[in-house]
């Protein structure tokens, strides 16, 4: 080998060692999750649990880092955040799509599903399934549903008929049809992000608010209201979303890992759902700081009867056959 051809032989075989060198240096890719509520909740424990199997089955690729709390943002920004690149993984409750679509808002209609099991068999069903992917065009997708439960109602004072709820006023999440749920029984809702309602429920700047029992327990909403009125009215389930721009970007080795790792990662959550809406009402009880008030089925009908014209308003937003299809999975 002349001396010219001994360099360019060198000179490739270093370029080989450096490009090999800086592919297996490369760094991992990092999937940021942000959410609102404590990690003791069905959304932090399937958070958290997607991020160990992440770890598991994509260790050096791909790297999973959660932020419950609100700690990096809250509900109202997490989206626009995720248009920007700033966070690539979220799950807001359904209530909080509105600006993005209106097919969601179907969730928050009140007393249309009878139990955990309907709106499972509705997000599996062919509407559900063809709800996540509503907002594409505006860039987001969605990855699946988690559930938390059904909403219960808590109060500074008792509440067993819809006219002792008159004149109140409630926090609900960014939901037109949550205000309207309200204002058919004479309420006055007031749209406040999450991470707001302690303090507000404290300081008694409102005098209820509706949530799931996990969230009513984790985040000791039950210390400063009295009164929790078991209505199941309605559903407060989660769209895990991405920008399809990250999606669409994966490699799709990589891509069909993750989507693995949330489908049982979601797995995991109702299930974990299903238990804490169970042990943390008995948490709640046992604590005697808020007595739960169990609805007659005669008091339980003149909710049903006060809120239920609200189904009207949204139908055409929504869609009839939506409703209908909703409806058939009781
Ligand atoms: C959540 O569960 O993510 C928050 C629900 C709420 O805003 O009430």
Redesign the pocket.
Known sequence: MNKNKLVLVSLLVAFVFVASATVSLAAPLVIKFS???AEN?P?GQMANKFKELVDERLAGKVVVEVFPNSQLFG?NKVLEAMALGDVQLA???L??FEKYTSSLQIFDLPFLFKNMDAVEKFQQGPVGQKMLMSMKKKGLIGLGYLH?GMKQISSNSPLRVPADADGKKF?I?TSDVLAAQYEAVGAMPLKK??SE?FTLLQTKAIDG????WS?IYSKKFYEVQPFITETDHGV?D?LVVTSVEFWMDLPDDIRTEVKKALDDAIAFGNKVSAEKAIADRQLIIDSKRSEILTLTDAERQLWVDAMKPVWKKFEDAIGKEYIEAAVASN
């Open positions: 959410h609102v509520v909740t959304k509900d799950a807001p409750s209530s909080k938390n926090r999440m992000p999450f309602v608010q509706e949530n799931t969230n407060l989660y």
